[in-house]
């Protein structure tokens, strides 16, 4: 999942002036940048997303086993 995610610069379009070119680099730096671009914080969420899919697979396992053990620990009366 990781491998498909990429951000595209998609600043494009503020013209050539210095003013439109610094916006169109600082809306390029938002999305594919450093520790708060969009890149950066999908690549976050894609972990905890990971993270806790995995834990409940887990609960699922750990779930099925302990109903086991306790209906086997169940004698009918």
């Given at each position: 999942?990781?491998?498909?995610?990429?951000?595209?610069?998609?600043?494009?379009?503020?013209?050539?002036?210095?003013s439109g070119l610094a916006?169109?680099?600082?809306?390029?730096?938002?999305?594919?940048?450093?520790?708060?671009?969009?890149?950066?914080?999908?690549?976050?969420?894609?972990?905890?997303?990971?993270?806790?899919a995995d834990t409940f697979?887990?609960?699922?396992?750990?779930?099925?086993?302990?109903?086991?053990?306790?209906?086997?620990?169940?004698?009918?009366?």
């Amino acid at each position: 999942m990781r491998s498909t995610i990429q951000v595209q610069d998609f600043a494009q379009g503020f013209g050539t002036l210095p003013s439109g070119l610094a916006l169109a680099r600082k809306y390029s730096e938002l999305a594919v940048g450093g520790p708060g671009s969009l890149s950066t914080l999908l690549q976050a969420h894609i972990a905890i997303a990971s993270s806790l899919a995995d834990t409940f697979t887990e609960m699922g396992r750990n779930y099925e086993s302990t109903d086991s053990e306790a209906a086997q620990h169940i004698t009918p009366k």
